[in-house]
């Protein structure tokens, strides 16, 4: 078992900025997937950004050029540099581990953005 932790969430103007990081209880081993999906009032969780063992990057299209997801492997920590901040950015945050066909969700962070 796993348990995930996030931090940095808040309240920032649009165009502002705000980091997430997500730590994970134990060391998480090769060959895993970890990353950031948010929830909007009202509307499903959806994938933001993800990164592989390996470096591999995902994003959404929305957050393309304005987030920055990365991982520190000797910390278990994944984190979100989010940059331009707009008010549609806003939702729960929540950071997620996928291992094989295993999930571990994060308990969420809160992130709102007041144009």
């Known amino acids: 078992q796993v348990q995930l932790v996030e931090s940095g969430g808040g309240l920032v103007q649009a165009g502002g900025s705000l980091r997430l990081s997500c730590s994970a209880s134990?060391?998480?081993?090769?060959?895993?997937?970890m990353g950031w999906y948010r929830q909007a009032p009202g509307k499903q969780r959806e994938l933001v950004a993800t990164?592989?063992?390996?470096?591999?990057?995902n994003y959404a299209d929305s957050v393309k050029g304005r987030f920055t997801i990365s991982r520190d492997g000797a910390k278990n920590t994944v984190s979100l540099q989010m940059s331009s901040l707009k008010p549609e950015d806003t939702g729960v945050y929540y950071c997620?581990?996928?291992?094989?066909?295993?999930?571990?969700w994060g308990q969420g962070t809160q992130v709102s953005v007041s144009s």
């Open positions: 997620n581990l996928r291992i094989a066909s295993s999930m571990y």
């Open positions: 134990r060391r998480i081993f090769a060959g895993n997937i």
């Open positions: 990164i592989t063992t390996d470096g591999t990057l």
